[in-house]
């Protein structure tokens, strides 16, 4: 059964940096498509980032050039670095994974739909 464990989140202050990190046993995790999602009270979960299994990267456009997706093969660790974090990026932070081969896999990468295992979601909250 595969499993997500997140780290825990934090509060920092407005162009604070934090990095959340996903570790994911029960699965093969060389061969799964990654990424991170959000959600704040009321809306729609929605996708931040996601890396596929050659190391493609996917980004919000609001957050591009201040958040980096990474994977770690080796620990079978996913992380997110945040940098210049603003207010609206506070949310509850999700990760996900799954190893189905998706065809055009880039254009669903950051849909909720595209993923079927979970992480038990990060509280990031930014103060101004």
Known sequence: RVQLMQSEGDSVQAGG???LS???????FSR???GWFRQTPGKE????AAIGVDGTTNYK???????????????NTLYLQM???KPEDTAMYYCAADEREIYN???????????IFWGQGTQVTVSS
């Open 17 to 19: 940096a934090l990095r």
């Open 61 to 75: 456009d609001s957050v591009k050039g201040r958040f980096t997706i990474t994977r770690d093969n080796t620990n």
């Open 45 to 48: 979960r929605e996708g931040v």
């Open 32 to 34: 799964a498509a990654l």
């Open 22 to 28: 996903c570790v994911v046993s029960g699965g093969t």
């Open 83 to 85: 940098n210049g974090l």
């Open 105 to 115: 896999d880039y254009a669903w990468s950051l849909q909720k739909s595209r993923y």
